[in-house]
């Protein structure tokens, strides 16, 4: 009856737990570099708080700052800004997506969004949601996808705005908190982490970080040619029809078309993922 030899079972105790151990060391998530391939104007007094691609090279953003915060078209190539809706003094403008005809756009510290006509701005309507506060939005084209700035996914219904699932997002059990701007890039959610140069690349079935893609490299490039009052990395578009990727940030004079690059298993930095992109403390509100 070896089964029942307690030897037995202490040792396979120690067997199983060191295959869980091992298991735990490897990471569950991919990590990536990128290479700049484009480069364009950005407004650097835009507060980017929102970012997406439309067709024909168009961009639509949502700013933020109170006095400062608006929707606006953008030409993609020269960063010229086509159309502008400013905002009320008292909003202060945050994540921005575009569902059918319509720009979702939310609020920091308010339940209150805003959804306006794509083509001409015209306000819509008023809305409210039921995350703790407005940061991030995206969609898949069906449903909207929210962040709060805590480690919660919010997956939203646009016509109700209920809330029809939350997620807590993780990388490797670590909780993920300050989740900011977010898009929708081929079945996963792409997060920018506030203050962090790093984009989560979320799955949306159960909040699990499938992969880090490390950003670095652009805020060294932009201080390397002498830029000094831009803010931290926020905003990333996508553009399904070309498969291309913008990136850029709050008062970034540039904003980047970016390919990835997957990391060596042996680059230091593969072992730095939890320093460099996962906040630990509790810090003030964003402003
Ligand atoms: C895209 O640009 C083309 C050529 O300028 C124009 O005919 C078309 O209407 C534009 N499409 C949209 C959706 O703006
Ligand atoms: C904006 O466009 C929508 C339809 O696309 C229209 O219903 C609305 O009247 C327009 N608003 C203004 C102010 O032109």
Redesign the pocket.
Known sequence: MPLLNPRFLVISLIVLLSITVFREAEASYRVYKVKVVNEFPHDPQAYTQGLLYAENNTLFESTGLYGRSSVRKVALLDGKVERLHEMESSYFGEGLTLLG?RLFQLTWLLDTGFIY?R??F?KFKKFTHHMQDGWGLATDGKVLFGSDGTSTLYKIDPKTMKVIRKQVVKSQGHEVRYLNELEYVKAEVWANVYVTDCIARISPKDGTVIGWILLQSLREELISRGYKDFEVLNGIAWDRDGDRIFVTGKLWPKLFEIKLLPLTPNDPLAGEINNLCIPKTSFLLEI
């Open positions: 005809e006509d083509y001409n015209s």
